[in-house]
């Protein structure tokens, strides 16, 4: 298993949980909503530069805003 980021292949060891849907906004704390993303990928979500999306797979592609 590796980080769910689109092309990315850094070992699950060495990823974090991170929530699908936030638990802020009403996600679950259970595996069904949890997936793993590098320390780079999951500070992608949050930055501003940045939007992403769930495909096909539950990988994560990311876009760099214009």
Known sequence: ????????????????????????????????NARLLCGPHHRRLTHPAYRHETIPEGRVRFHRRE
């Open 1 to 32: 298993m590796t980080c769910r980021a689109e092309h990315c292949t850094v070992s699950a060891a060495m990823c974090q949980v991170d929530h699908a849907i936030p638990w802020a906004r009403g996600g679950p704390t259970d595996l069904t």
